[in-house]
């Protein structure tokens, strides 16, 4: 005689409910990392471009920023496109915070910036000591145009913690999910296990 065991179902339940909830978790970790970087990109995205030589003011929060000139830019559509590069020359550049006082300026030539086809080399970087509209004057041997945003190095450290952390768990999440998911409907197709049942031992012999 045997008997029907199933018990690799709870098992595999339990994978699934684990790996669903790394996925909620690296979901939600995720959107916390987009919402504490947002102001760094929003700024790469819609800080305006500033036409030079002359002078333009700009509002900025506190922290680290970067000067940059316009360089080079894209031309043309489909797989050709054409690259126009030019060499600015900065004759002047001063920034004053929104008091008045002249701001300390750092080497930012190692940093660049991309947008919307046009590519923007970094010059200086600054430190925003606090809110305000920040004044600029720029003179330059030739017209172009500037950017003024976050540094790189500006970039909010806890966001690539807390991004890193909740992808680990998205993907790991993700991966328990389908084992579990392929393993039950295995098990299902095949059917429970089958053992032979104990049979109680024959009667003791009564010798006379």
Do not use: C, K
């Amino acid at each position: 005689m045997t008997t029907s065991i199933d018990p690799a179902p709870s098992r595999w339940n339990r994978w699934l409910w684990i790996g669903l909830a790394q996925v909620v978790f690296g979901v939600v970790a995720i959107g916390v990392a987009v919402f504490l970087s947002w102001p760094f990109f929003s700024g790469l995205l819609t800080n305006p471009a500033h036409a030079v030589p002359g002078e333009f003011e700009q509002e900025l929060e506190a922290g680290e920023y970067l000067v940059s000139f316009e360089t080079s830019r894209n031309s043309g559509s489909g797989p050709v496109t054409f690259t126009r590069s030019d060499g600015i020359e900065v004759l002047e550049l001063v920034v004053r915070a929104p008091d008045g006082t002249v701001v300390p300026l750092d080497d930012g030539r190692n940093q660049t910036v991309t947008r919307n086809n046009v590519g923007y080399s970094g010059f200086v970087t600054f430190e925003a000591e606090t809110a305000g509209s920040y004044r600029f004057r720029v003179v330059t041997d030739e017209e172009t145009t500037v950017l003024v945003t976050r540094s790189l190095f500006d970039f909010p450290l806890p966001a690539i913690v807390i991004g890193g952390v909740g992808l680990l768990d998205l993907v790991v999440g993700v991966v328990m999910a389908i084992v579990a998911v392929t393993r039950r409907s295995n098990e299902r197709r095949t059917g429970p296990a089958e053992v032979a049942a104990p049979t109680a031992p024959p009667p003791p012999s009564i010798i006379s």
